[in-house]
């Protein structure tokens, strides 16, 4: 191959992936140093690659802009190579695909890959039937385990696992049983395949079981791959757990996005555009702004007290992070609780149980470190809160105990109201109930102040 035919921007890009004589770079290296390159320079270089490398890189979904990659492609290459692809990864390049030129490459692939791939995508993003593969391993229950196993040694390389081999009846090919390739192998050649076939507990997933679902039933069952069947247990395909670990990973990045007070952003954080950027913060950037500014109206509203003791405008940054500390603690562990199942719908009454004298526990242990200190710096002469010092330290105190009970009520109990509402969770992200919290916090502080300290202070 000659290297020195390549543009001279990407010459030195392509040395480095393509000599392989002169360094052994891994695939997971190979796709880094892709992602690094424009797209044009990407698909130049990924076109000279031998075949096996091409498409054991097409295959990671780490590739950034596979679609956009191969659709910068010879329409006859990219065919070439979507034809020797997963089912399921090409589903997952086309439905990221401009749609004028997936019709043409579409038109280019041959009538199985082209039926299995258009039954792929007909289902639902985050379901089983999204995510799975038609490429298994499958045979007739009438089969013997030697015949069994000349059948895996001759469909293996078509087959994106062997973990199990999937036994369907004979007549009308309906998933009977499964068997592990390690009992494949032990076993008597001359045997039915159906001696070693296990039927009981044998566990399955519909097409349209949500993937957090199928992630749960692997897990549980400690499974490496999962059946997806029909309604008649018609075996459609599987899912692998390297595909739910990835599915897992994207969802995490999204929710951990979305904590952050910000749209999710789709694509690595070094690909998208400036535009895109501005456009996915911006928006929440303002919400909460917004919401921030109830807590200038709250001080507004308390602005005589505040004149008349402006020692309480010492502890407004205390009571404003402890309250929107305990709600992003409450909201990240209940978000999370109902993402790996843990929490129900309907465990909300428990967990506001629950929460109940959690918050008042916490409180009370913040309201004594809050008391302590005013105390400390009383009688070290650090700062003088004045004669009433004793007062404003109960003031803090009973403060901290309704605030943070605020805060793990609200942050517990605001995504078990989004998802009531159809809305994703992750939404009640730390920011938001932040913000929540401030304001109430506020209205909280001073309304504990005018009933300890009227007469005194105020």
């Known amino acids: 191959m000659n290297i020195q035919s390549f543009p001279s921007r990407a010459g030195s890009a392509a040395r480095h992936i393509l000599n392989d004589s002169l360094?052994?770079?891994?695939?997971?290296?190979?796709?880094?140093?892709?992602?690094?390159?424009?797209?044009?320079?990407?698909?130049?270089?990924?076109?000279?690659?031998?075949?096996?490398?091409?498409?054991?890189?097409?295959?990671?979904?780490?590739?950034?802009?596979?679609?956009?990659?191969?659709?910068?492609?010879?329409?006859e290459q990219s065919a070439k190579l979507l034809k020797a692809t997963a089912h399921d990864r090409v589903a997952d390049i086309f439905q990221a695909m401009e749609e004028r030129k997936?019709?043409?490459?579409?038109?280019?692939?041959?009538?199985?890959?082209?039926?299995?791939?258009?039954?792929?995508?007909?289902?639902?993003?985050?379901?089983?039937?999204?995510?799975?593969?038609?490429?298994?391993?499958?045979?007739?229950?009438?089969?013997?385990?030697?015949?069994?196993?000349?059948?895996?040694?001759?469909?293996?390389?078509?087959?994106?696992?062997?973990?199990?081999?999937?036994?369907?009846?004979?007549?009308?090919?309906?998933?009977?049983?499964?068997?592990?390739?390690?009992?494949?192998?032990?076993?008597?050649?001359?045997?039915?395949?159906?001696?070693?076939?296990?039927?009981?507990?044998?566990?399955?997933?519909?097409?349209?079981?949500?993937?957090?679902?199928?992630?749960?039933?692997?897990?549980?069952?400690?499974?490496?791959?999962l059946p997806v069947v029909d309604d008649n247990q018609q075996m459609l395909g599987i899912v692998t757990v390297d595909d739910v670990i990835d599915t897992m990973i994207a969802d995490t990045t999204e929710d951990a996005q979305k904590f952050g007070g910000m749209e999710a952003l789709g694509k690595p954080y070094m690909q998208i555009g400036f535009a895109s950027m501005i456009k996915k913060r911006a928006g929440w950037l303002c919400a909460l702004?917004?919401?921030?500014?109830?807590?200038?109206?709250?001080?507004?509203?308390?602005e005589t007290e505040l004149e008349k003791a402006v020692v309480l405008t010492l502890f407004i940054p205390l009571i404003m992070s402890s309250g929107g500390n305990s709600g992003s603690q409450a909201t990240s562990l209940i978000i999370r609780a109902l993402a790996v199942g843990e929490l129900k719908l309907s465990d909300w009454w428990r967990v506001a149980?629950?929460?109940?004298?959690?918050?008042?526990?916490?409180?009370?242990?913040?309201?004594?470190?809050?008391?302590?200190?005013?105390?400390?710096?009383?009688?070290?002469?650090?700062?003088?809160?004045?004669?009433?010092?004793?007062m404003i330290g109960f003031t803090v105190f009973a403060a901290l105990i309704g605030i943070v009970l605020f805060g793990s009520m609200a942050g517990s109990?605001?995504?078990?109201?989004?998802?009531?509402?159809?809305?994703?969770?992750?939404?009640?992200?730390?920011?938001?109930?932040a913000t929540l919290v401030d304001v109430s916090g506020l209205v909280i502080y001073f309304t504990v102040a005018l009933a300890i300290l009227s007469g005194t202070l105020l």
């Open 289 to 302: 702004f917004l919401g921030e500014m109830l807590t200038a109206s709250a001080m507004q509203h308390f």
């Open 102 to 225: 997936r019709g043409v490459i579409f038109g280019r692939l041959d009538p199985l890959t082209a039926k299995a791939v258009s039954h792929l995508m007909t289902y639902p993003q985050r379901t089983a039937g999204s995510i799975m593969t038609t490429e298994f391993v499958s045979v007739p229950d009438t089969m013997t385990v030697g015949e069994t196993l000349d059948h895996v040694k001759k469909v293996e390389n078509a087959s994106e696992t062997v973990y199990a081999i999937y036994v369907l009846d004979h007549e009308t090919h309906c998933l009977t049983g499964v068997v592990t390739l390690r009992r494949l192998i032990t076993g008597d050649q001359n045997a039915s395949i159906l001696t070693l076939t296990r039927r009981e507990g044998m566990v399955s997933a519909s097409p349209f079981m949500a993937q957090e679902d199928v992630a749960r039933l692997i897990r549980k069952n400690n499974l490496l791959a």
């Open 23 to 75: 360094s052994k770079v891994t695939t997971a290296e190979r796709v880094e140093q892709l992602n690094a390159l424009d797209i044009e320079e990407a698909a130049e270089l990924l076109g000279n690659m031998p075949q096996q490398k091409a498409l054991r890189i097409i295959a990671r979904p780490e590739l950034s802009h596979a679609a956009d990659i191969l659709a910068a492609m010879p329409v």
């Open 413 to 433: 109990m605001l995504p078990f109201i989004l998802q009531k509402l159809r809305l994703d969770p992750a939404s009640a992200s730390a920011p938001f109930v």
């Open 353 to 390: 149980l629950r929460e109940l004298p959690t918050g008042v526990t916490l409180g009370a242990i913040l309201g004594l470190v809050g008391f302590a200190r005013i105390s400390l710096w009383q009688h070290l002469g650090l700062y003088d809160y004045g004669p009433h010092w004793i």
